[in-house]
């Protein structure tokens, strides 16, 4: 059982340290575009898509983990033996989504918010921020593609 518990407890460090890093950003990016917006409406659809996207991260996360339920099989409704190495090797294949999507979701809240300064200052260029902002999705997106990958090398025996 020990084994089980270390692959779940893999799959929930990925949901919840991606979901947290998530809700940092999004939770930022959502403050500065409500300053923005009581003072100009019509801004809102541009500010949207920028407070939007730190929360792929939590996304990317609950992925690495549906990956760990398949993986072990779970839905079957068996309860699958898994070796306490083995369990280890799941949750340590679930770090790098966890960890990358935490830091990756803040970080890209902040620079959504940046990018809102742009938004308030010169509207037509708003799709620089959206730019600036999803190239630190690439490291959430880096993170979960190791995840899989590690969990797909680990053989259940």
């Given amino acids: 059982m020990l084994g089980l518990a270390l692959s779940v407890l893999g799959a929930v460090l990925s949901v919840s340290l ?14 500065a575009a ?14 949207l898509l920028l407070q939007a996207l730190p929360s792929t991260q939590g996304i990317y996360g609950f992925i690495g983990a549906f990956w760990v339920i398949l993986k072990l099989g779970l839905l079957s409704g068996q309860i ?3 070796s306490w190495q083995t369990g280890l090797a799941i949750c ?15 970080f890209q809240g902040m620079v959504s918010v940046s990018g809102m300064n742009i938004v308030a200052k010169r509207p037509q260029e708003s799709g620089k921020g959206v730019i600036l902002a999803a190239m630190v999705e690439t490291y959430a997106v880096l993170g979960l593609l190791a995840t899989i990958l590690l969990i797909q090398g680990i053989n259940i025996v």
């Fill in 18 to 31: 991606a979901g947290v890093g998530s809700v940092i950003g999004v939770g930022k990016a959502g403050r």
């Fill in 34 to 47: 409500s300053g923005i917006v009581s003072e100009e409406p019509e801004k809102f659809g541009k500010l």
């Fill in 80 to 82: 699958p033996f898994i």
């Fill in 92 to 106: 340590f294949a679930c770090l790098p989504i966890a960890i990358g999507g935490l830091a990756s979701g803040i």
